[in-house]
């Protein structure tokens, strides 16, 4: 009796609440507010949050890695009200009469003190920023840059598509994304932070020079996110790799794919550096990109290998454990997804995918080898033709000079034979005859 009373109740309550499990639909003023998961679009009441207590202290101490470029490191970890997001590494490059940002940071008050820093090193603007990709760890910083300084933006197309939207997927239009920063730090760490999207986008692989510095905008398209781009100083030797290179810890390949991380690190590889600064991480020697290197290669490999002996996907992340790198931090969190991920990737593996830039190297320098002597040729036949002319002109000058002398010559003759004195005779006057 007492079971089948607490049936129906346990019935009444399910129908009761039918309405709240099956109906998914949230009810709101502005439905385009809600992102691609029906959440709340977060970055449209930024400018309204406001948090109790003195801003969050970063505490931040910039490294100097070369003459000219200094770099914050954040902590190994995913983002944290305790690390208020300061868990990515941003740098600072040192021009003639302005600083040049690389990636700004998680937050307007991270981008607000790290400036306070450089500024005791050398007191100048910052009038560009430069982003690498997407992830919102790397350029939240960027309207402190673009409210007090001025600065320019330049950035992955893929930002300003994103998260301001609308997101083009399958055929049906999304806003932007939200950002992690918004949703899981403290107010006093995202007070003043919105989203200042990028100013100008590159197609392609860009060189310029800002305030005395050269660099070289590279990209490296679809590789740890949608769009990555890493930057290269030749006179300094030095590259910013953003997160196409982590290190002491396991890397995200959450939004990537592990062909396109190989390609970006080869690119970085084909280039001619001192010092690497990876996106995640302390190492910033010869060494700081062989981790990365060494991940991706064992990654590809062992997948493959396991899809051969014909492993599914449910157990792969068994399969493929990459132990080496268990003592690295967030190993446990990333790394079977990492490995999960990429069999989904390499299902479709293609050889011809990865980039040889080695044999790019040669074919460039052969093309270069082969421009030179045809310069040169070029150069010898038109030294050649000028040669010539020179000759030629030098004859008819020649020519002419003497056919003037010649001419002269004989006007003078001329006028010799022509001009004889005559001597008109006098004739005698007549005499007078007297009168007679
Ligand atoms: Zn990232």
Redesign the pocket.
Known sequence: MKKSIISILLIGAFVISMPFIFNKSVHVEEPHKLDIDGNFILNEWVPSRVGEGPDWNYNLKPVKISDRVWCYFGAMEMPTKENAGNMSNSCYIKGDTQWITWDTGPSYIFAKQAYAEMKKIKDMPVKTVIIS?E?DD?WLGNNYYKEVHGAKIIGAASINENYFGPRHIEGKDYPGMQTRMIKALYQNATRDTVLALTDEAYEETKEFEISGVKMEYVKVGYA??EEDWFLYLPDDKVVLAA?VVMNGRVT?NRDGLVIGQINAINAIRARDWDYLVP?HGFITDKTAADESIKYFALLTERVLDKMEDGIIADFITKEVTLDEYREKDLYYILSPQNVFRSYEELEMYDEDDLIDYEAIKEKKAEAKKAAEVEAAKKAEEAKKVAEEEATKIAEEEATEIAEEVVAKKAKSKIEVVEIPETKVPVVPAVPNVPEI
């Open positions: 990709h992830h790397h740890h996110s997160d995200s996106g």
